[in-house]
């Protein structure tokens, strides 16, 4: 059985900005990042620095919830709410 790996850049030039992106989210939770290898890293520490990376690429938060329409008796209404958070 093969495996097909979906993780990759659909610009290839985007690496370097990506690497960048990656030691600028691992300085900011305490992880010391190196060039390269880093098979030492635990994985609570891995995954802090792709939830900041995570954290950091998702500023827009979606909400929505059904109220009473006011035009029309019984009925209801989506309410849809889209913010952007600035840091």
Do not use: C
């Not at 190196?34 to 609570?44: A, E, H, M, P, Q």
């Amino acid at each position: 059985m093969s495996t097909r790996n979906s993780n990759h850049l659909v610009n290839p030039s985007a690496r370097d900005a990506m690497d960048k992106f990656k030691m600028e989210a691992a300085s900011e939770v305490g992880v010391n990042l190196k060039n390269g290898y880093n098979g030492d890293l635990t994985s609570r520490q891995a995954g802090s620095i792709g939830g900041q990376m995570v954290k950091k690429m998702t500023t827009i938060r979606f909400t929505s919830f059904h109220r009473n329409d006011r035009t029309a008796m019984g009925h209801d209404t989506e309410v849809k709410y889209i913010s952007l958070i600035t840091v």
